[in-house]
C-alpha cells in the first residue's frame, strides 16, 4: 500500500484497521512475553518456598545478613520510577515532549540508584563472605545457608539484569522522544516498554519480603 | 482506501488511538499506597506474628503487585483479551507453586521441619 496517512505516514502499519486496534495488539504481545516471565521468575520462586520450608532456621539466620535499610530504600526508589515511568506515559499521552524526556530520563536516574545500592550491598557480601563458594564463611547452618544465598544472588542478580535491559531500553525511549517520534497518537513503544519496567518492580515487590525480612522480629531488629 | 484508514481512526476515539488516559491524582494515590505498604511490610516483618509473620508479607506483596497491574500496567482499563493473558499467566504461576507444595507437604516427616 504505497498510500499514507493523511498526518503520521509511519505509524499505522497497513495490517491494521486503525491505531487502536494495533495499540491493543502490541500491548497484547507485551503481555503475552510478561507471562513467559512471570513464569520464568516462577520457578525460582518455587525453589525458594521449597528450600525455605525445608530448612527454616538456616533461611532466617541468613536473611538476617541483609541489609534492611538497603533493600528498603531500593523498593522505594523502584516505587519511584513506576511513577516516573507512568508520568512519562502520560506526557505522551498528552503531546508534551519535553516531560516525556524529562520522565524517561528520571526512570533511568532511578533505575541506575538502584543498581548502585544494589552494587554496594554486592560488594558487602563479598567482603563478609556470603557469596556461596569455597570462601563461604558463616556462624551456624553453612550448607543451608549458602542454599539461601545462592537463591539470592540467582533472583537479585536476574533482577538487576532485566533493570540494565529496562534502562537500555529507556535510553532507546529518550533518543526517539527527543527526536519527536512519539505523538499523543503514536506513543505505542512508551506504553508497552512502561509494563515490562512495571513488571520488574513487581518482581522486587516479592523480592524485599521474601528475602530481606524473614523473621525479622527474632533478629532485634 | 486512504479514505477508509481516516474513517476507521476517526470512529475510534472510545479506547483513544494508543491506551486510556488515566488521571494523574490516580497515579499519585496509586503512588502513595505503595509506598505506605512498603513501609507496612518492614513494621509488620518487626512484629512478632507466629505463623502469620510470612501470610502478612505475602498479603502486602500481593496487594502491591495488584495495585501496580490494575493502574500502572492499565490493565484495569484493557481489554477482556488482555485480562484473560494476565490472570491465565498468574493461574499458571499457582498452578505451579501449589501443584509443588501438595508434594513436598505430603512427602511425611524429615522432609519438612515446621519450626
Known amino acids: 500500500m504505497a498510500a499514507t496517512h493523511a498526518h503520521e505516514p509511519s505509524a499505522l502499519q497497513h495490517h491494521f484497521d486503525n491505531l487502536g486496534q494495533q495499540f491493543e495488539a502490541s500491548s497484547l504481545g507485551m503481555w503475552l512475553f510478561l507471562v513467559t516471565e512471570i513464569l520464568f521468575f516462577g520457578g525460582l520462586f518455587t525453589a525458594y518456598m521449597v528450600y525455605r520450608m525445608t530448612y527454616p532456621e538456616a533461611f532466617a539466620e541468613a536473611s538476617h545478613h541483609l541489609n534492611i535499610v538497603l533493600g528498603g530504600t531500593n523498593t522505594a526508589v523502584l516505587i519511584c520510577s513506576s511513577l516516573t515511568m507512568v508520568m512519562a506515559v502520560y506526557a505522551a499521552q498528552q503531546g508534551d515532549r519535553h516531560r516525556q524526556v524529562l520522565f524517561l530520563v528520571l526512570t533511568m536516574v532511578l533505575g541506575m540508584v538502584f543498581l548502585g545500592v544494589k552494587s554496594v550491598e554486592y560488594s558487602h557480601k563479598f567482603a563478609e563472605g556470603l557469596v556461596p563458594g569455597p570462601d563461604f564463611r558463616f556462624e551456624g547452618d553453612a550448607i543451608h545457608a549458602q542454599l539461601f544465598f545462592s537463591l539470592y544472588f540467582v533472583m537479585t542478580g536476574l533482577h538487576a539484569l532485566h533493570m540494565i535491559i529496562g534502562i537500555g531500553i529507556m535510553a532507546v525511549l529518550t533518543v526517539f522522544a527527543w527526536r519527536g517520534r512519539y505523538t499523543a497518537r503514536y506513543h505505542t513503544p512508551v506504553e508497552i516498554s512502561g509494563l515490562y519496567w512495571h513488571f520488574v518492580d513487581i518482581v522486587w515487590i516479592f523480592l524485599f519480603p521474601l528475602l530481606y525480612l524473614i523473621d525479622r522480629h527474632g533478629a532485634g531488629g | 482506501m486512504v479514505t477508509d484508514l481516516t ?72 481489554t477482556k483479551l488482555t485480562w484473560a493473558v494476565v490472570a491465565g499467566g498468574f493461574l499458571w504461576l499457582i498452578l505451579l507453586l501449589l501443584m509443588t507444595l501438595s508434594d513436598y507437604i505430603t512427602r511425611g516427616p524429615g522432609w519438612l521441619h515446621y519450626g
Open chain 2, 7 to 78: 474513517h476507521a481512526v476517526a470512529e475510534s476515539p472510545g479506547a483513544g488511538p494508543a491506551g486510556h488516559q488515566v488521571s494523574l491524582r490516580v497515579y499519585f494515590v496509586i503512588f502513595g499506597a505503595l509506598m505506605a505498604l512498603t513501609a507496612l511490610t518492614v513494621v509488620a516483618a518487626m512484629k512478632d506474628l507466629g505463623d502469620f509473620n510470612t501470610v502478612v508479607a505475602l498479603a502486602i506483596a500481593c496487594t502491591k503487585a495488584v495495585l501496580v497491574v490494575l493502574y500502572f500496567m492499565h490493565v484495569r482499563y484493557s
